[in-house]
């Protein structure tokens, strides 16, 4: 069954009826999720529900992606600590058809298949009046000041909620109203922080049809440290190559922790249970390896980017320990080490003098420890000589060079002036 599939993945955090189990196997259910544009690319963390809607499709079931054209222009308070930034029109349309566009990378959009919506389409032509009459008068402020992502606000004495904000709860129940009067869509998916809009549009849609409607969340995905997946030290992970190559993206996943990476394995890929279990093995026995990194890396990388690109960053991946990191061109070096620690060095510079200064040695002492350790590498060639200096026959394409101290990997921007200009 799907929706034992979709537990057995830790999916399923939230399920308003148990009833949507045996809904999924007696036929085709049209589901939806929501994707805000406040940004012109969507990133990591969205990945979660287009996979999902990926995997109700590949059930035969019909996925809707609706991009918020309408809703963007107010802001979802969900997981907020304060208001968002209020987008003009002509950013928020740039945005959307950046979203379209990746959007169509990943569902069957073809005839009778998924739908990709924009419900500024049935928002904008909304009356006030209107929506006030056959809308508002089915929601009581006390239930919605009940509802987590409103209450959380309303507990800021400086902060607050804004009406406009106060209001969107509404505005994405009549979306699932309409949704499932337009396409007899009966299923929201969405985050765990999702839970107070998805249920109001279940009462709405039984309150003005009688009908019955089904939510379902899955749990916002976080670190093994309990902070967001997705966040890079730069921020977000994006989907967009332009703002987050397929090698940081191939890199962030690698870094994967052993305590979380079979759970992104079973949230983000379409590997089967047995090729997840034999992975958590592997971890378990042998975590040096990061066979469950790298598998996952590919996957992810192989899914937004397409099969080369997960081979290329691979491929760069794999360079990035060897002899032959020279053979990397600049800019895929730049993209692999965009996240590892940076510093300024000179040639003619002691290695010892670059160990100190890059902060992988606290003293000249204990640099020369290092060496003598064998434990410090430049361009992935061990040094054994503590009077080594950095060369211009260092250097990786006349400006950069690699410094490792066991497995912490240092970018060396260097100048040829002594005096660093």
Sequence with gaps: MLFDELTRRGLVHQCTDPALADALERG?????????????????GNLLGIVTLMRLQRAGHRPIALAGGGTGMVGDPSGKAEERQLLTPDVLAANLAAIRGQLERFLDFGPDQALLLDNGEWLGSLGLLEFLRDTGKHFTVNAMIAKESVRARLSEREQGI??????????QAYDFLHLFESHNCTLQLGGSDQWGN???????????????????????????????????EAGNVWLD?????????????????????????????FRDREEIEAL?????????????????????????HGE?????????????FSEDVRSLAEGALLDVMAEAPSSPATVGQSIVDVLVS??????????????????????????????????????LHGRYAL???????????????????
């Design 403 to 421: 410094l490792r101290r066991g497995k912490s990997q240092h970018l060396l921007r260097v100048s040829s002036d002594p005096r660093g200009g």
């Design 308 to 320: 080369a690109e997960a081979e290329a960053a691979e491929h760069a991946s794999s360079l990035l």
């Design 162 to 171: 804004s009406y406009t904000e106060f209001s969107y709860m509404l505005l």
């Design 198 to 232: 998805i249920t109001a549009g279940i009462d709405l849609i039984r309150r003005v049809r009688g009908a019955t409607a089904y939510g379902l969340t899955f749990p916002l995905v976080i670190r093994a440290d309990g902070t967001k997946f997705g966040k890079s």
């Design 358 to 395: 890059a902060g992988l040695a606290s003293s000249r002492r204990e640099a020369r420890g290092f060496i003598a350790q064998g434990g410090v590498y430049l361009n992935n060639q061990k040094v054994s000589d503590s009077d080594r200096v950095l060369s211009a026959d260092d250097l």
């Design 28 to 44: 085709r259910v049209v589901a939806y999720v929501g994707f805000d544009p406040t940004a012109d690319s969507l990133h990591l």
């Design 280 to 304: 958590d093995a592997a971890t378990a026995s042998h975590p040096e390896r990061r066979e469950a990194q790298r598998a996952l890396a590919h996957d992810v990388v192989a899914l937004v």
């Design 241 to 269: 190559p332009a703002r987050t190559s397929p090698y940081a993206m191939y890199q962030f996943m690698v870094r994967s922790e052993d305590a979380m990476v079979g759970t992104y394995l079973r949230l983000f890929t």
